[in-house]
């Protein structure tokens, strides 16, 4: 299954009138596939399997990333999970890369929980929270999402850093609170323990 990738959107008169803004109008829609890129000051490594890793020495801090639960009015703020491997699953309720990988992501996020890993997903483009609450329900999704309908937290990446490029999208994030791999597109859960492995190992 392949990935769904961002397009921009607007005319082109809009874009070229204000550049700057036109970051913000990117859509979470149409489907591509998965392919990873990056700039010159990317520093990371580009893997077979498609997910991308980074040394630690050249690792960046994440953004600040928080939103309200997808289940309540509480807010959730990723910084919160500072000293724990914290595994970011970028989704959407209309995603059929999302729906084959969700059980995947379910048992790896009970098989890590003790190992002082946190799930966390952003659910993405989803117009209501009641179509994110109805698949984490269908799913049994063991963990918590924020709700970003708009997308802006995919846009809080810094440049340069593995930045979620596509629904689904992983980041997985280290103890320390640094960005250390990202996968585009969905995963099975011998990759998803590939992404995660190394970093709980981590001192």
């Known amino acids: 299954m392949s990935a769904c990738r961002p397009r921009r959107t607007g005319r082109r008169r809009i874009a070229l ?14 489907c591509g596939d998965g392919a990873s890129g ?4 990317t520093r990371f490594v580009q893997g077979k ?4 890793t980074v040394p630690k020495a050249d690792r960046q801090p994440a953004p600040e990333l928080s939103a309200q639960a997808t289940t309540s009015k509480k807010t959730l703020d990723v910084a919160d999970y500072k000293g724990k491997v914290v595994v970011l699953n970028v989704w ?5 890369p999302c729906i084959a990988e969700a059980p995947n992501f379910a048992k790896v996020a009970n098989e890590t929980k003790a190992k002082g890993v946190q799930f966390l997903g952003i659910n993405t483009r989803d117009t209501t929270k009641s179509l994110a609450v109805n698949f984490e329900e269908q799913h049994k999704v063991p ?14 990446f ?13 980041i997985v994030i280290d103890r320390h609170g640094k960005i250390a791999a990202r996968s585009l597109g969905p995963l099975t859960k011998d990759e ?5 492995d190394p970093l709980i190992a981590e001192k």
């Open 143 to 156: 963990y918590p999402s924020l709700y970003d309908p708009t997308g802006k937290l995919m846009l809080r």
């Open 92 to 96: 959407g309720s209309y995603c059929g």
């Open 38 to 41: 990056g700039s010159a000051q």
């Open 158 to 170: 810094p440049k340069g850093s593995l930045n979620p490029q596509a629904i689904p999208s992983t």
């Open 192 to 196: 998803l323990r590939t992404m995660i």
């Open 49 to 52: 399997n498609g997910i991308d």
């Open 17 to 30: 009138f204000a550049a700057g803004a036109a970051a913000a109008s990117l859509t979470l829609s149409a």
